[in-house]
């Protein structure tokens, strides 16, 4: 402990002591007159800059948990109910050649686990992995507790005869590609002990695998058996799979990350991303150039739940599109302890933060869409310091049938180029609020210009910043919670009520959330290295789960542009993405950045709470 220091005033010269003496007699002496004020002196020049200080701490609160190998990302959090942590490595370097402890080479996407440590019980004072320096720690996974163990790797042979990581046509057997971009992770008990790992497979068109584990040691899962890949062709293939959670009644949820900021390009052979569409062509066997059927761009973009997950036969796992939650580039939704309010993140740039609110509690084939307008603290641009208020505005109700019927009267072939326009969200928009609305030239309210709310489901960021909400983030990543202490606070528990947060992760904070327009106008120096945000959960005036406020609780940086490599600070942040939030309100987070030459798995104790 640092020991107070203590003073004491000295006796002083017997010399200096006369001086003072005299001084102050000559002080007391009668009053004379003022002396003119003397001529101003010239200001002295400015000092040279210090130097820059020192830069390796560690952000406090934060620990490395984790290292990826070269060229991968780690995806795939997901805290399973044995405590063991899977996590996946996504895209790893083809170059890479060195083998770890079990003879594993990190040269292509991998389904794995860290084993050894219990997550339920990690202790504070864990020893932190520190920044890998040798290219024998930069090619494979370095963890500070435990160890990982692959369970399965890009082009594993399946029982279903397919491979990992296939995607498959609608047919069944032609193969469009291999993928090597495993992401989601949701884990199911199986009944007998052990586990069904369902996988999503981040590409275009989107897959998932499931395999079945057990028999679990300090070492690892004994028993690891490569079941195949989801069948999606009763929804007509996924999209881009990307993040996701599991329901409070045990389905996966995965989410669905639609690229199309306008539907338009969907039918235009110039768009620069016009492959997109064609890949879903060539999933369904229709020609490639357009001179046919075209896949129907409203049924991609949408929260896919898998029914059944725990059923011992693949083939009778179900598969539903949840569109009552809109359509938009969805990064993950995470189900409330009311099993009615769920909140869901956009990926991309100029994108909406959305909440839905099923009308039945653990039925989401009906409910009520919103869109969070956001206020920023006046006067603060200080990422680590703006706070955003939320208000919610709602969108529209309506059900999954009235939906899936409404999006099945946009299919047809390329020439038809079938879509909502632009001018017909303004007039939807305008109809909802009784307003002349910017988004057109007239002076006038125009009507509805459909019977119905489809607008707000099938072009659900549109319509959102239509009816005034913020359409300003940036790069949107994981949002979540840990659920079992959001529930002990929804159901009365003092002792961890004040640990019931839910956390966001904003990859960036640059361009739209850091330009001079609108209501998000931060600071973007950084922003390049992202933010995580902290959002107290409440119960609200109609008793459902909400929030009302994103508060800052790391940022990411600082930036270094002159940097060839780890252009973010090594020891804090950068781009977060998936996020885990332990027993314990601890939260991992987990990157996807070129900013770090390893990306890290970050466990972050938030001193706020």
């Not at 369970?151 to 005869?161: E, I, R």
């Not at 981040?202 to 584990?213: A, C, K, L, N, T």
């Not at 790391?554 to 973010?568: H, K, L, M, Q, W």
């Amino acid at each position: 402990m640092l020991q107070k220091k203590s003073f004491r005033l000295l006796a002083l010269p017997a010399s200096i002591a006369a001086v003072l003496l005299s001084s102050s007699l000559l002080l007391t002496g009668c009053d004379g007159d003022d002396g003119d004020d003397g001529d101003d002196g010239v200001d002295g020049q400015a000092g040279v800059d210090g130097a820059d200080g020192i830069t390796n701490f560690i952000t406090v609160g934060l620990k490395r948990l984790a290292t990826a190998p070269l060229g991968a990302e780690f995806t795939g959090l997901y805290l399973n109910s044995d405590n063991t942590l899977f996590l996946n490595v996504q895209h790893p370097s083809s170059s890479n050649t060195t083998a770890d402890t079990a003879g594993k080479l990190f040269d292509k996407g991998s389904v794995g686990v860290i084993v050894g440590q219990d997550f339920s019980a990690l202790p504070e004072n864990f020893g932190a992995l520190d920044l890998p320096v040798t290219t024998a720690e930069k090619e494979v996974v370095m963890t500070a507790v435990g160890s990982y163990q692959v369970l399965s790797q890009q082009g594993d042979a399946l029982n279903d005869g397919s491979s990992m990581g296939d995607i498959i046509a609608l047919d069944g057997t032609t193969l469009i590609k291999s993928s090597n971009d495993p992401d989601f992770n949701g884990v199911i008990p199986d009944g007998n002990g052990g586990f069904y790992v369902y996988s999503n497979w981040e590409d275009r068109p989107g897959s998932m695998s499931r395999i079945q584990v057990g028999g679990l040691t300090d070492t690892g899962y004994t028993t690891i058996i490569q079941e195949g890949m989801i069948d999606f062709s009763s929804v007509g293939g996924t999209w881009v799979n990307c993040f996701g959670t599991v329901s409070p009644w045990n389905t996966p949820l995965s989410s669905e990350e639609l690229y199309f900021d306008d539907t338009a390009d969907w039918f235009n052979p110039d768009y620069e991303y016009f492959d997109n569409p064609q890949s879903l062509a060539t999933y369904f066997g229709y020609p490639t150039d357009g001179s046919g059927d075209w896949p129907n761009p409203y049924r991609y973009g949408y929260i896919v739940e898998l029914g059944n997950a725990a059923d011992a036969v693949v083939a009778n796992v179900t598969v539903n599109k949840l569109e009552t939650m809109g359509r938009y580039s969805h990064e993950n939704s995470v189900v409330m302890p009311d099993q009615r309010t769920v909140f869901l993140s956009d990926d991309g740039t100029g994108v909406v933060f959305f909440k839905f609110v099923a009308d039945v509690a653990g039925d989401m084939s009906a409910g009520t869409l919103y869109a969070a307008q956001i206020t920023q603290a006046a006067g603060v641009d200080d990422p680590a310091e703006a706070v955003l208020g939320i208000e919610w505005i709602e969108l529209a109700s309506m059900s999954e049938t009235d939906i899936e019927t409404v999006i099945a009267s946009y299919d047809g072939t390329f020439a038809d180029a079938n879509y909502i326009t632009d001018e017909q969200v303004c007039d939807w928009a305008e109809s909802k609020t009784s307003t002349d609305l910017s988004c057109d030239e007239d002076t006038t309210v125009d009507p509805n210009p459909f019977s119905d709310d489809r607008v707000a489901y099938l072009e659900s960021r549109k319509a959102a910043v239509a009816l005034g909400a913020t359409g300003e983030f940036r790069k949107m990543e994981g949002v979540n919670i840990n659920y079992g202490l959001a529930s002990t606070w929804w159901n009365g528990g003092a002792a961890d009520g004040d640990q019931a947060y839910m956390y966001m992760a904003m990859s960036s904070f640059d361009k739209t959330m850091s330009d001079d327009e609108g209501a998000i106008q931060l600071n973007g120096d950084n922003g390049k290295c992202g933010v995580v945000y902290r959002m107290q959960l409440m119960r609200n005036d109609q008793g459902e789960v909400d929030v009302k406020t994103m508060v800052p609780a790391i940022v990411g940086g600082p930036y270094y542009a002159d940097r060839s490599v780890n252009e973010c600070n090594v020891n804090n942040i950068s781009n977060p993405d998936n996020l885990l939030i332990l027993d314990d309100g601890r939260v991992l987070i987990g990157e996807d950045t070129g900013n770090h030459e390893n990306n890290v798995v970050w466990v972050f104790d938030d001193p706020a709470i």
